[in-house]
T-cell receptor
């Protein structure tokens, strides 16, 4: 049973560029949440997707957008990258039919913006 | 901004010793969860304690919750080198809200 997977593992971009991160949820899960974790900090909630719709959103600018596909996988897009966007981006999945408060995290994508 | 606060920020102990870390939060919660993170990678769910529980055990982990003080503690007994990691508390209100974490180093 595959857990949550994310790609790529590492990514280096320059300011102003755009980036797309990908996430496949744990088998049987239909809800995907994205978190940003700056160095030395705890993860911060970006948004959550369910039934291909953004259901909840944290305090992040519109430069951060996402998408969920019919197979429940998800993408996080960040436009006009800033140096401050350098962080570990974590994807977490959960099931709407089970314990929605228990989320399973992927290994993360380390984004460096130069 | 972080929604909870862990104390201490960092902890260094000898293998075999116990490690205790505390978490304070500011809102009413249904449950509090603890996660472990190794080397800046993904988070691993350790234990969940519900608001009507005061104490919960899982292997070498013991978690307490005091909703009147809005605080929780995580105790790791008989620590091992593999316990070296960052530990985060989090509560769920449609999303997980994390503290800044406690970094634990277990010396061999």
């Amino acid at each position: 049973d595959a857990g949550v997977t994310q790609s790529p593992t590492h990514l280096i971009k320059t300011r102003g560029q755009q980036v797309t991160l990908r996430c496949s949820p744990k088998s049987g899960h239909d809800t995907v949440s994205w978190y940003q974790q700056a160095l030395g900090q705890g993860p911060q909630f970006i948004f959550q997707y369910y039934e291909e719709e953004e259901r909840q959103r944290g305090n992040f600018p519109d430069r951060f957008s996402g998408h969920q596909f019919p197979n429940y996988s998800s993408e996080l897009n960040v436009n006009a990258l800033l140096l401050g966007d350098s962080a570990l981006y974590l994807c977490a999945s959960s099931s709407s039919r089970g314990a929605t408060d228990t989320q399973y995290f992927g290994p993360g994508t380390r984004l460096t913006v130069l | 901004s972080q929604q909870g606060e862990e104390d201490p920020q960092a902890l260094s102990i000898q293998e075999g010793e116990n490690a205790t870390m505390n978490c304070s939060y500011k809102t009413s919660i249904n449950n509090l969860q603890w996660y472990r993170q190794n080397s800046g990678r993904g988070l691993v769910h350790l234990i969940l304690i519900r608001s009507n529980e005061r104490e919960k055990h899982s292997g070498r982990l013991r978690v307490t919750l005091d909703t009147s003080k809005k605080s929780s503690s995580l105790l790791i007994t008989a620590s091992r080198a593999a316990d070296t990691a960052s530990y985060f508390c989090a509560y769920y209100d449609y999303k997980l809200s994390f503290g800044a974490g406690t970094t634990v180093t277990v010396r061999a």
